[in-house]
C-alpha cells in the first residue's frame, strides 16, 4: 500500500487535527510502526495483524473493506480509549492512523489503478510496474516535502515501543536505520514526472485528500 514517507506526511497533516500536541514523534514512530515488521520473521502473517487485516483477504487484493474498518475500530476502542500513558497513546493513534491511510490508499490508489490495468496485464504484472512508480514518488516526496526535516527529527527523538503482539521495538529500530542508510540515502534528484501510471496527480490527490477522510472515520470510531 502506501510507502513511509507518504505514511509519515499523512501524519504530519493528521497531528493538527487530532490535537496531537504532545508525544507528537511517538505518534510519527506510530504512523509507520505497523511497517516496520518487514525487519521480523514469518513477516507476512505479522503484517496481517499489524495492519489489523485479519478476515479481509489477501494483502493487496482486499475483499471485505466495512471488516477491515471494523477491525480498526476495534482496536482503537480496546487500545487507544483505554491507555493511560500519554507517549504509548500518542503511538497507538499513530499505529490506527498508518491502518486507515493504507484502508484510503487501498480504495483511492490502489484499487483504481488495478481496474484501470488488470486486464491486460496480471497481477503479478501490475506489481511489477507499480512499486517502482511508487517508490519514486516515496524518494520524491522526502526530497521535495517542506516537512521532510522536521518529520525526521521527530522520528529520530521518539522511543521505540513494544505493544502486545501487534509491533516490536527492536524491528522499529532496525527500520529508522535503514531509512537512515539505505531507503532514504538518496544522492541523486528524483523526477516523478517520469511515472506513466501511477501519476504525480493522483499521488498529490491523495496527500490532499486521505487527512480529511481519515479524520471522518476516526470520528464514527
Known amino acids: 500500500m502506501a510507502l513511509?514517507?507518504?505514511?509519515?506526511?499523512?501524519?504530519?497533516?493528521l497531528?493538527?487535527?487530532?490535537?496531537?500536541?504532545?508525544?507528537?514523534s511517538e505518534f510519527i514512530l506510530g504512523s509507520i510502526a505497523p511497517d516496520s515488521v518487514w525487519f521480523s520473521d514469518l513477516y507476512m502473517e505479522k503484517k496481517i495483524h499489524s495492519h489489523c487485516f485479519e478476515c479481509c483477504g489477501p494483502w493487496g487484493e482486499t475483499q471485505d473493506y466495512v471488516r477491515w474498518i471494523e477491525n480498526i475500530k476495534e482496536f482503537w476502542n480496546k487500545y487507544v480509549t483505554q491507555e493511560k500513558d500519554s507517549?504509548?497513546?500518542a503511538f497507538l493513534i499513530g499505529l490506527c492512523v498508518h491502518n486507515l491511510t493504507d484502508y484510503c490508499f487501498d480504495i483511492m490508489i490502489w484499487s483504481v489503478l488495478k481496474k484501470k490495468l488488470i486486464p491486460p496485464m496480471t497481477f503479478d504484472e501490475f506489481k511489477e510496474v507499480y512499486y517502482p512508480e511508487a517508490r519514486r514518488f516515496d524518494e520524491w516526496l522526502y526530497?521535495?516535502?517542506?516537512c521532510t526535516e522536521e518529520i525526521f527529527d521527530l522520528l529520530d527523538d521518539s522511543k521505540e515501543l513494544d505493544f502486545e503482539d501487534y509491533v516490536f521495538a527492536e524491528n522499529q529500530v532496525t527500520m529508522k536505520k535503514h531509512f537512515a542508510k539505505t531507503q532514504y540515502n538518496i544522492q541523486e534528484k528524483v523526477d516523478a514526472s517520469v511515472n506513466k501510471y501511477f501519476t504525480f496527480?493522483?499521488?498529490q490527490y491523495f496527500i490532499d485528500e486521505a487527512p480529511d477522510k481519515i479524520c471522518e472515520l476516526i470520528k464514527e470510531f
Open 4 to 13: 513511509q514517507m507518504t505514511h509519515m506526511v499523512v501524519a504530519y497533516k
Open 87 to 89: 507517549r504509548t497513546k
Open 15 to 24: 497531528a493538527e487535527h487530532l490535537k496531537i500536541k504532545e508525544n507528537t
Open 143 to 146: 526530497q521535495n516535502c517542506e
Open 201 to 203: 496527480d493522483m499521488h
